[in-house]
T-cell receptor, first 109, second 115 residues
Framework: GQSLEQPSEVTAVEGAIVQINCTYQ??????LSWYQQHDGGAPTFLSY????GLEETGRFSSFLSRSDSYGYLLLQELQMKDSASYFC??????????FGGGTRLMVKP | GAVVSQHPSRVICKSGTSVKIECRSL??????MFWYRQFPKQSLMLMAT?????????EQGVEKDKFLINHASLTLSTLTVTSAHPEDSSFYIC???????????FGPGTRLTVL
């Protein structure tokens, strides 16, 4: 089977750093993507790791370890607008995505 | 660039009727589009892969006769929920990738409520 595990909820304060972990078990792995979704909105693409290591895009960074079937999304200098759900997703053949259950991030003042 | 639109954004229908949802890639061509369903506070579940000019590929457990998919052009895919029932009420989201790229761009979603 295939599964992706990520924490259901994370709470942090404005200005802090938060890490959202994702472990996966799947066949046909091409890479790990991260998406942000605000309530009632569509998922928006944040980052993609095909190879081991860290990818940095502004305040957001994503890490992948293929040998550990593990990745994380790091959000720095948290802002209130970062309150949203964050999904890791495994990219498989044919550009298909399998999503994790999502992590609801609450940023408090 | 890479904008995906959906229409309608919200629809309310009576049980037993059919509803068509359109997904368009506005500034790129997409050989493949994907349809997802998302229940409140849950993850996105892939329903089917829509292939331009050929039959859609449905995920296990998704009834192909109930969720009709047509991908008639490189910029348009439609999902028709036939004989809708209250349990079909959900958020339906499509996505598409520009040809030659890996990134999926999502439409804004369609919230379906079946009374």
């Amino acid at each position: 089977g295939q599964s992706l595990e990520q924490p259901s909820e994370v709470t942090a304060v404005e200005g802090a750093i938060v890490q959202i972990n994702c472990t996966y078990q799947t066949s046909g792995f091409y890479g790990l993507s991260w998406y942000q979704q605000h309530d009632g909105g569509a998922p928006t693409f944040l980052s993609y790791n095909a190879l081991d290591g860290l990818e940095e895009t502004g305040r957001f960074s994503s890490f992948l370890s293929r040998s550990d079937s593990y990745g994380y999304l790091l959000l720095q200098e948290l802002q209130m607008k970062d309150s949203a759900s964050y999904f890791c997703a495994v990219r498989k053949g044919g550009n298909m995505l399998t999503f994790g259950g999502g992590t609801r991030l609450m940023v408090k003042p | 660039g890479a904008v995906v639109s959906q229409h309608p954004s919200r629809v309310i229908c009576k049980s037993g009727t059919s509803v068509k949802i359109e997904c368009r890639s506005l500034d790129f061509q997409a050989t493949t589009m994907f349809w997802y369903r998302q229940f409140p506070k849950q993850s996105l579940m892939l329903m089917a892969t829509s292939n331009e000019g050929s039959k859609a590929t449905y995920e296990q457990g998704v009834e192909k006769d109930k969720f009709l998919i047509n991908h008639a052009s490189l910029t348009l895919s439609t999902l028709t929920v036939t004989s809708a029932h209250p349990e079909d009420s959900s958020f339906y989201i499509c996505s598409a990738s520009p040809q030659g790229t890996d990134t999926q761009y999502f439409g804004p979603g369609t919230r379906l409520t079946v009374l």
